[in-house]
Antibody, heavy 119, light 108 residues
């Protein structure tokens, strides 16, 4: 059975760095893209970007380019989303989702990671 | 960038049919996917490629897509269907996903 298990909730201060993770199991990690999706409190879903675990090729939404970094370690079937300097406006739930290479939807999602940024 | 427009809310009585629309320029030429997100939970794919259902999704969920509007239809609505529903397409020009703003389905 496919599982995407994300790291736990985080509370950080503005300006701090953070990396959250998404560990895949139940399938070949290098056979699917991983996308990251943001959901701000009470709001809808926003696509942030994706990574190809085979070669770590990434593609970012312009709204997030330069503010976050998506990476992956195929040796441990884990994708990451990281910030070098958090803002209060980064407070949100972040989801990872898996996508087959020839498909354009997320067929399995992680449970979400709540990131709270507050001074 | 490509824009998808959904009504903020739809209400329906139990046992009736709910229709949730997703508007976009020439959306009929794209594949549309739908997600259900119950409160406090992660999104779940309920319809992909306009009208296909993943395994485990009831036949009560169906989809269509014509010209400028895609529609998610839920027949014989149950209390457990109360959730937010999001449409999504792939923008081939940018290679990005695009989500609609979401529709909150209320079961009266």
């Amino acid at each position: 059975e496919v599982h995407l298990v994300q790291s736990g909730a985080e509370v950080k201060k503005p300006g701090e760095s953070l990396r959250i993770s998404c560990k895949a199991s139940g399938y070949s990690f290098t056979s699917h893209w991983i996308s990251w999706v943001r959901q701000m409190p009470g709001k809808g879903l926003e696509w942030m970007g994706k990574i190809d675990p085979r070669d770590s090729y990434t593609n970012y939404s312009p709204s997030f380019q330069g503010h976050v970094t998506i990476s992956a370690d195929k040796s441990i079937s884990t994708a990451y989303l990281q910030w070098s300097s958090l803002r209060a406006s980064d407070t949100a739930i972040y989801y990872c989702a898996r996508r087959e290479y020839n498909k354009n939807y997320g067929d399995n999602w992680g449970q979400g990671t709540l990131v709270t940024v507050s001074s | 960038s490509y824009v998808l427009t959904q009504p903020p809310s739809v209400s329906v009585a139990p046992g009736q049919t709910a229709s949730i629309t997703c508007g976009g320029d020439h959306i009929g030429s794209k594949n549309v996917h739908w997600y259900q997100q119950r409160p406090g939970q992660a999104p779940v794919l309920v319809v992909f490629d306009d009208s296909d259902r993943p395994s485990g999704i009831p036949e009560r969920f169906s989809g269509s897509n014509f010209v400028d509007t895609a529609t998610l239809t839920i027949n014989r609505v149950e209390a457990g269907d109360e959730a937010a529903y999001y449409c999504q397409v792939w923008d081939a020009h940018s290679d990005h996903w695009v989500f609609g703003g979401g529709t909150k389905l209320t079961v009266l």
